[in-house]
């Protein structure tokens, strides 16, 4: 049975551009069902702002189904908000109570330069994924599906991993704004699988690298796994360093041949 | 003379839908031993447009650039990673007869066409079901982790309207693992150079010179800037319609502007009134809600559908004893069952909702109850085939679904209409090709569960680089008209107006006020049941809140940053005509099909009763210059190899 919440009060940041100066804006929801979703409360701010002449709050958002990985949002410094395993458009009201205080602001990393309010520029994953994110298979040609078998529990454990949905989530709560957990969750799919091995090391190598170039650096805190909506375990960093580790020896004996 | 060659004859576009001679198994083959080929060192000078990146965009883009081809891509997300086809949960059909349980290509075929109510393009079908076993292949080379069984092989299940098991899934995110493994081969090409790709740029315009498709205007949304961007051949692989009616299983941003300006510069737009009302949707809690979420199809599969047969039932869903529950898919469709099709389905929770037998706090839904399969199977069996989505049911609806039956509705889902292609998956403007759910060709009336994933990437892997090869190759050392063609410059100049416009209105109500309000319209009397009263209705009501829209609109910020209210004008702005076009085909069409139920056209047991004598035609509608005057072109359809018969799933 749906339930009303009264009086939320939200500090939402605004910045008109990345060279303009941000500042929390506070707005007021007298009330809300507590079966709105957190994004549809926006949306009804937005709507009485636009009503009122003012400019909406911009955000991310597209599926509202927890999948495409669109929606971001810092919700009181945690990011995605309050409920584990959960991203931001599935959040719910009925998680907050009468006369909350919510502070809203956008994923705050380098990385990830701001576009406008709650908005942010996460092309650097993309770049990740490009420079070896892949199993290199072009259209055509490819054997039976059923030709190589493989054992379920590494079906299953590659499926775990690449579940990801590349929100930017592990970034945003990792103190150095480092990307290990997106970047090894996809090694980590594609070098469990059988079709995976012949790019294994050299996949590692560059995701690792262009990684780099783009983020900051692990350091174990393991922020990252507790903000992941899709809770991707940070067991993936490890087999990704064992695999970069290799990568770099093997290099080295290619090296020596030439 | 029936009504179909009487439409025929008055004609004012040559359709051609360019469908190979020779036997039906024979023509895709036919087809491809016959195309002009581009030399692989000729492939390089020619650039195609690729506008979309969700499964057939993507699938697509990459495809044609390991050919060789030039490829610019536009998506309006922020990466190629988050369209649409992200969302499909259930699976993707392949005829692999993997589980020797008597599958075929022609069965696949078969069971499609009579899905889709034999309105479907039966040449087109049989292609799809030829590729479906090329598609498992390829994504599994490409490392997508589908379910497998304990031997190492692949899993399959059942999807409604099929008595097979061909479905392949990936627990229940079978769309994001496909997208994500095209997007990945996509990306491939990005890091290679064979695509470069333009984020966050929304297509407002198609430019066509001397009769042919030479390029996009595209607003770029983080600048507001426009740009012309010019190509040999344009590829929309841009989603559905969906949104139409505000609240839609569609992700918020799904809109019909690509297809709509392709429409308004030419291209015919066919059957717009097939739109699909998947059944097992959650119903709708408050009204402020943005969108419906669906739950998979697959559900079907160990759910039981049922309603209370007392309406004044009060009592929780565990204390209804058996002899007071109608399971009214088992009792009505003994030989499908739960897994009937999505728009038998759809009507028959209607009419149970309608009678008051509804459940919930709205009394808005039915039951899918999951507590024998729990007991036949164990916990755990359930939760590995579906834990995720039970876990998002829970998030959303606040009800654990392994100790109290789900409640779903139906809702919006997918449309079947879209831009009329020819066997090409060209429109008829040449050199401008609709992949996808974009077109309308592969599904008739009603699209089978697990059949929008696999001709998503039939479409973008293995047809259209070949077809648009078949267009090029004429081309070659061609001169094309370049962005400085005043066509390009008409266009930028009309875009920018159209958006200046939009700010200038300076009215009451925001775009989603109207969107709102426009999608309550065509739900009402264009949803699941249609009636000639009805849409005329519609058909005065849509066009006076259009001018209401155009004088008291109110859109704030300016056109040179981010303005996410002004990109939801210019969509809803496309939806009210397009809307108008919906009701426009719905009334026009006087039969019962698929998803389009008009409630004068039916069995007496309450089933769609088609008009095979007089509609057995595809309604292709060119733009008239006002969405209320739309000039009606058909294509007949022949049926040479499924021959017409009453649907029946009992």
């Known amino acids: 049975m749906s339930n009303t919440i009264k009086n939320i009060t939200l500090k939402i940041w605004r910045q008109a551009g990345p060279a303009a100066k941000g500042y929390f804006e506070t707005h007021n929801i007298p009330e809300i069902t507590d079966e709105a979703s957190f994004l549809e409360m926006l949306d009804i701010l937005n709507d009485r702002l636009v009503t009122e002449g003012k400019e909406a709050v911009v955000f991310d958002h597209d599926c509202r189904e927890g999948i495409c990985g669109t929606c971001s949002l810092m919700i009181d410094g945690q990011a995605h908000g309050p409920q584990r395993g959960t991203a931001t458009c599935q959040l719910h009201m009925r998680k907050f109570k009468d006369g909350d205080s919510i502070t809203i602001e956008p994923w705050r990393a380098s990385a990830f330069p701001l576009i406008k309010d709650l908005m942010v520029d996460r092309s650097a994953f993309d770049r990740i994924i490009e420079s070896g994110g892949y199993i290199t298979a072009e259209t055509g040609g490819a054997p039976d599906a059923n030709l190589i078998p493989i054992a379920k529990p590494i079906a299953d454990a590659a499926m775990d991993s690449a579940e990801c949905i ?29 079709q995976g091995q012949a790019e294994r090391y050299s996949r590692v190598e560059t995701m690792v690298e262009t990684m780099d170039e783009h983020f900051g650096s692990c350091t174990n805190h393991g922020e990252c796994e507790a903000a992941c909506p899709k809770e991707i375990s940070i067991d993936v960093i490890a087999l990704m360093h064992k695999d970069y580790r290799k990568a770099k020896f093997a290099n080295r004996k290619d090296l020596a041949r030439s | 003379m029936s009504l179909t060659d009487q439409l025929l004859a008055q004609n004012t576009v040559q359709l051609d839908s360019k469908i190979p001679a020779g036997a039906m198994a024979d023509k895709w083959n036919t087809y491809k031993s016959d195309m002009k080929l581009v030399n692989p060192n000729n492939k390089r000078k020619f650039k195609v447009i690729v506008v979309g990146t969700g499964l057939a965009g993507a699938s697509a883009a990459a495809t044609l650039a390991e050919l060789g081809y030039q490829v610019d891509a536009f998506t309006f997300h922020d990466s190629a990673r988050r369209a649409h086809s992200i969302a499909a949960q259930g699976g993707i059909n392949g005829a692999k007869n993997y589980k020797g349980d008597g599958d075929s290509i022609h069965r696949l075929f078969y069971d499609t066409v009579k899905g889709g109510d034999f309105r479907a393009r039966e040449a087109n079908v049989h292609r799809l079901a030829e590729n479906s076993v090329d598609i498992i292949d390829q994504m599994v080379a490409q490392g997508v982790p589908f379910a497998r069984e304990y031997g190492g092989l692949l899993d399959n299940r059942s999807f409604g309207g099929a008595q097979v098991s061909r479905t392949f899934y990936a627990r229940g995110q079978t769309g994001q693992q496909l997208l994500l493994g095209a997007y990945q081969q996509f990306s491939r090409q990005v890091g290679l150079g064979g695509i470069r790709l333009f984020n966050r740029s929304e297509l407002i315009d198609i430019v066509v010179v001397d009769g042919r498709a030479a390029g996009i205007v595209v607003r770029d ?33 799904c809109n019909v502007t690509a297809a709509w300006r392709a429409h308004r510069k030419g291209a015919l737009f066919a059957n717009p009134c097939y739109t699909q009302i998947h059944p097992t949707c959650i119903p709708q809690s408050d009204d402020s809600q943005s969108k419906l979420t669906l739950m998979s199809e697959s559900l079907r599969n160990d759910g039981r559908v049922w309603v209370p047969t007392n309406p004044d039932e009060t009592r929780p869903a565990h204390e209804i004893p058996e002899s007071e529950r109608d399971y009214y ?32 706090p709205k009394k808005n839904g039915v039951y899918l109850d999951f507590s024998d399969a729990i007991n036949r199977l164990g916990r755990e069996v359930v939760e590995e085939r579906y834990g995720n989505l039970f876990e998002m049911y829970e998030r959303i609806a606040g009800e654990n679904p392994y100790d109290t039956p789900m409640r779903i509705y139906p809702a919006s889902h997918y449309t079947m209409g879209g831009l009329w292609v020819d066997y090409e998956l060209m429109t008829n403007i040449p050199g401008l090709y609709a992949a ?76 989603d006020f109207f969107h709102r309000e426009l999608g309550k319209i065509i739900w009402d009397y264009c949803g699941m049941e249609r009636t000639e009263q009805g849409l005329e209705k519609a058909l005065s009501e849509i066009p006076a809140l259009y001018e209401e829209f155009k004088k008291d609109l109110r859109v704030t910020g300016d056109s040179e940053s981010m303005n996410q209210t002004l990109e939801k004008a210019g969509r809803v702005d496309d939806f009210f005509q397009l809307g108008m076009l919906m009701c426009k085909d719905a009334l026009d069409r006087k039969e019962s099909c698929g998803g389009h139920f008009r ?37 007949k359809l022949d049926f040479e190899e499924v021959h017409l018969a009453t649907r029946s799933y009992k």
């Open chain 2, 221 to 253: 949304l983080v600048t507001g800037e426009l740009t012309s961007h010019s190509a040999h051949a344009v590829v929309l692989a841009t989603g559905g319609y969906g949104n139409a009616f505000f609240l839609s299983t569609n992700a918020m941003a």
């Open chain 2, 329 to 360: 898919l088992e009792r009505l469709y003994p030989s499908f069952g739960n897994l009937a099709p999505r728009d038998i389905s759809s009507r028959a929770a209607k009419r149970a909702v309608d009678k008051g037998l509804g459940v919930g």
């Open chain 2, 599 to 635: 409630a004068e056209y039916q069995t007496d047991d309450g089933e769609a009763l088609r008009d095979d004598d007089n509609y057995c035609h595809v309604s292709a509608w060119q733009w008239g210059g006002d969405p209320m005057k739309p000039v009606l072109n058909v294509e």
């Open chain 1, 166 to 194: 590349g929100c930017g989530a592990c970034v945003a709560a990792c103190p150095n704004g480092a990307a290990n957990l997106f970047t090894a969750a996809k090694v980590a799919h594609l070098n469990r699988l059988p």
């Open chain 2, 436 to 511: 996808g759910e974009a077109n309308f060709s592969d599904h008739g009336a009603n699209r089978l569960g697990a059949s929008a994933l696999m001709q998503g990437l039939s479409d973008g892997y293995f047809v259209l680089p070949y077809t648009i090869g078949n267009y090029l190759a004429p081309m070659l050392n061609k001169p094309m008209p370049g962005t400085d063609h005043p066509e390009f410059k008409a266009a930028e100049a009309a875009a920018k107006e159209r958006f200046a416009g939009y700010l200038a209105i300076g009215g009451t109500k925001s775009p």
